[in-house]
């Protein structure tokens, strides 16, 4: 779907084009592997990349902002997510 009513939580914006958007892990790919990712069945690996918990629509500056970095490094910029953001984490990092 190409058009469309999106909000990118991390920044409060609301888009109606999918492109103003990317897709970011709520514990990022790199943060998992480097805390027992890399131990897990191939399988495994492929249902936390695309458990639908763990991934938000964005803004592209918010995705690259965060990186590969947990919420002791990183929060959303806007203010009023960012309990949810760690509660989302925490729930999605428990597969860990």
């Not at 109606?16 to 892990?25: C, G, N, P, Q």
């Not at 639908?52 to 009023?80: E, F, M, Q, Y």
Request: proline share 9%; with cysteine.
């Amino acid at each position: 779907m190409a058009h469309g009513r999106w909000a990118a939580p991390h920044t409060g914006q609301v888009t109606t084009e999918a492109r103003d958007l990317e897709i970011d892990h709520v514990v990022p790919l790199h943060y998992a592997w480097m805390h027992g990712a890399d131990r897990w069945p191939a399988a495994k690996r492929k249902r936390f990349a695309f458990d639908p918990a763990n991934i938000l629509p964005v803004t592209p500056s918010a995705n690259r902002s965060k990186g590969s970095r947990g919420p002791l490094d990183w929060l959303p910029p806007d203010r009023s997510f960012c309990c949810l953001y760690v509660l989302r984490f925490r729930r999605v990092a428990e597969q860990l």
